[in-house]
C-alpha cells in the first residue's frame, strides 16, 4: 500500500487560499489519488480526486505531480468551513481498499 | 433525506455485553463498508460488502459480525465487548468497488464500552 507523507498541522487565514501538500512516492501506476476531510465530530467527506490529470470541481482543485509522487490540494478562498482534518489517501485500484494516514489539521484564522 | 444513516448516535455499554450498530444508505449503492476511528484518529477499514456479498475482512475479530440483510443495510453485531472495541464506528458506502468512487460516510456512532 502507498504510504504517504502530509504536514500535520497548517494554518491560513480566512479568504485566502491554501495549499496542502502531499507526497505519496511509492503509488502505484493505476492508484487514484484520493482527498477527503473530516470536519470536527461529523464523518469524513469526499473532496476530490484525480489519476494523472490536475482536476477542479466546486470544493477544491488538486494539482498532480508528473511523476505522480506528490500532490496538492487547493482551496481557492478559506472559510472557517474549511477547518478540518485533511486526508490524501492513494490507492483503490490494487485491493478495493482506502489506507487512511493521519491527514493534516487545517486551522482557519479569522 | 439524509443519505447514509447510522443508529444510535452513541451507545454506552459495559464490557462483555452484545450490542448492535444500524446502517442504512438510500443512495441505491452496491457497496458498503465499515470503518473505526480510535482515539488516535485514524481510520481503519473493517468490512466491505459488494451487492450483500463481503469482499474485505480486515483483521478483526471474529466477535465483529457484519450482516447484510439487502442491498441498504449493513448491520454491525459485536459480542463480549472489551474496553479496546471504544471507538468511533462509521458506516460508509459507494456506487460500486471501482477504485474512483466517491464514499459516502454516515455521521458516525460513538460506542463507549465501560
Known amino acids: 500500500d502507498a504510504k504517504t507523507t502530509q504536514p500535520n498541522s497548517m494554518e491560513s487565514n480566512e479568504e485566502e487560499p491554501v495549499h496542502l501538500p502531499c507526497n505519496h512516492s511509492?503509488?502505484?501506476?493505476?492508484?487514484?489519488i484520493h482527498w477527503y476531510r473530516q470536519l470536527p465530530s461529523q464523518g469524513p467527506e469526499y473532496v476530490i480526486h484525480?489519476?494523472?490529470?490536475?482536476v477542479n470541481n466546486r470544493m477544491a482543485s488538486l494539482a498532480i505531480a508528473e511523476d505522480r509522487k506528490s500532490s496538492t490540494l487547493i482551496l481557492h478562498r478559506a472559510t472557517l468551513r474549511d477547518a478540518a482534518v485533511y486526508y490524501c489517501?492513494?490507492?483503490?485500484?490494487?485491493?478495493?481498499?482506502?489506507?487512511w494516514g493521519a491527514g493534516t489539521k487545517l486551522i482557519i484564522k479569522p | 433525506d439524509t443519505a447514509v444513516s447510522q443508529t444510535p448516535k452513541y451507545l454506552v455499554t459495559q464490557m462483555g455485553n452484545d450490542k448492535s450498530i444500524k446502517c442504512e444508505q438510500n443512495?441505491?449503492?452496491?457497496?458498503m463498508y465499515w470503518y473505526k476511528q480510535d482515539s488516535k484518529k485514524f481510520l481503519k477499514i473493517m468490512f466491505s460488502y459488494n451487492n450483500k456479498e463481503l469482499i474485505i475482512n480486515e483483521t478483526v475479530p471474529n466477535r465483529f459480525s457484519p450482516k447484510s440483510p439487502d442491498k441498504a443495510h449493513l448491520n454491525l453485531h459485536i459480542n463480549s465487548l472489551e474496553l479496546g472495541d471504544s471507538a468511533v464506528y462509521f458506516c460508509?458506502?459507494?456506487?460500486?468497488?471501482?477504485?474512483?468512487?466517491?464514499?459516502?460516510f454516515g455521521p458516525g456512532t460513538r460506542l463507549t464500552v465501560l
Open positions: 511509492t503509488i502505484s501506476g493505476t492508484d487514484y
Open positions: 489517501i492513494p490507492g483503490g485500484d490494487s485491493n478495493y481498499q482506502l489506507i
Open positions: 460508509a458506502s459507494s456506487h460500486t468497488l471501482q477504485a474512483d468512487n466517491e464514499q459516502f
Open positions: 484525480g489519476l494523472t490529470s490536475n
Open positions: 443512495l441505491g449503492h452496491d457497496t
